[in-house]
């Protein structure tokens, strides 16, 4: 079992940066990625940004070039700083990890909104 716990959301106005971080505990060496999904009221969420075991990342294309994900070398806290912020990032955002045996493991979101 992986759990995953995050911090650093809030208040921030348009073109703010906040840095959201997410510690994992439990098995975590059954972790094969890591990543950040949001989900804005009455909408799907989605995945905002992707990082493997090596290092490798995907971001969704309206965060390209804003939001950076990373990975402790612990590989147990994984950080998003996102920059240049706009309203359409108001969103819950929740930190993910996919581990063995294809489980997916989900924290309890932190809340992120943009004033414009």
């Known amino acids: 079992q992986v759990h995953l716990v995050e911090s650093g959301g809030g208040l921030v106005q348009f073109g703010g940066s906040l840095r959201l971080s997410c510690v994992a505990s439990?098995?975590?060496?059954?972790?094969?990625?890591m990543g950040w999904f949001r989900q804005a009221p009455d909408k799907q969420r989605e995945l905002v940004a992707h990082?493997?075991?090596?290092?490798?990342?995907e971001y969704a294309d309206s965060v390209k070039g804003r939001f950076t994900i990373s990975r402790d070398n612990g590989k147990d806290t994984l950080g998003l700083q996102m920059n240049s912020l706009k309203p359409e990032d108001t969103a819950v955002y929740y930190c993910t990890a996919w581990a063995e045996l294809a489980t997916i493991h989900w924290g309890q979101g932190t809340q992120v909104i943009v004033s414009s």
């Open positions: 990082i493997t075991t090596n290092d490798r990342t």
């Open positions: 439990g098995n975590i060496h059954s972790i094969t990625a």
